[in-house]
């Protein structure tokens, strides 16, 4: 499976928006994140791995597993943004960490479970490519508020 980022440009209004507050935020440059999909409701960011974003045993550091959840999850929310929200921000999330994140490539699939007028829940699963095979190695879920003026 090739994964590729996605071109903003000629993005609809808002899921335009939302991709361009995820990849223009600082943290994002800095782990070097990409989004591959984004459609209401379901959002999926990457990232590849470096020496820089692993822990002492050589595995995606769960720091950067967590950055993807969270991210994710926040983003998916403004994909569904009610008339009048300004934006969104985790109010909280849990994660579970199922295994090392060994491989080239984090990948994080974010979806909206309920849309609410001030908050969402939403979940992720972050997976890592290794030797050609995707394995699940983390779950999360979150409760995203909006804000309002």
């Given at each position: 499976m090739?994964?590729?980022?996605?071109?903003q440009e000629?993005l609809?209004?808002?899921?335009?928006?939302?991709?361009?507050?995820v990849?223009?935020?600082?943290?994002?440059?800095?782990?070097?994140?990409?989004?591959?999909?984004?459609r209401e409701?379901?959002?999926?960011?990457?990232v590849?791995?470096?020496?820089e974003l692993?822990?002492?045993n050589?595995?995606?550091?769960?720091?950067?597993?967590?950055?993807?959840?969270?991210?994710?999850?926040a983003?998916?929310?403004?994909?569904?943004r009610?008339e009048g929200?300004l934006?969104?921000?985790?109010?909280?999330?849990?994660?579970?960490?199922?295994?090392?994140?060994v491989?080239?490539r984090a990948?994080?699939?974010?979806?909206?479970v309920?849309r609410g007028?001030?908050?969402s829940?939403?979940e992720?699963?972050?997976s890592?490519?290794h030797?050609?095979?995707e394995?699940?190695v983390?779950v999360?879920?979150?409760?995203?508020?909006y804000?309002?003026?």
């Open positions: 090739t994964i590729q980022p996605i071109n000629g609809p209004g808002e899921l335009s928006r939302v991709a361009a507050t990849l223009g935020q600082p943290f994002t440059r800095l782990v070097g994140a990409q989004m591959s999909a984004i409701g379901h959002l999926e960011l990457y590849d791995n470096r020496e692993s822990q002492q050589g595995f995606i550091h769960g720091g950067v597993i967590g950055y993807l959840a969270d991210n994710a999850m983003a998916v929310a403004g994909t569904m009610p929200a934006g969104t921000v985790t109010a909280e999330y849990k994660i579970n960490i199922l295994r090392p994140a491989g080239k990948i994080v699939r974010a979806n909206v309920r007028r001030t908050q829940v939403t992720a699963k972050v890592c490519t030797e050609g095979e394995k699940l983390a999360a879920l979150a409760t995203i508020s804000l309002y003026p």
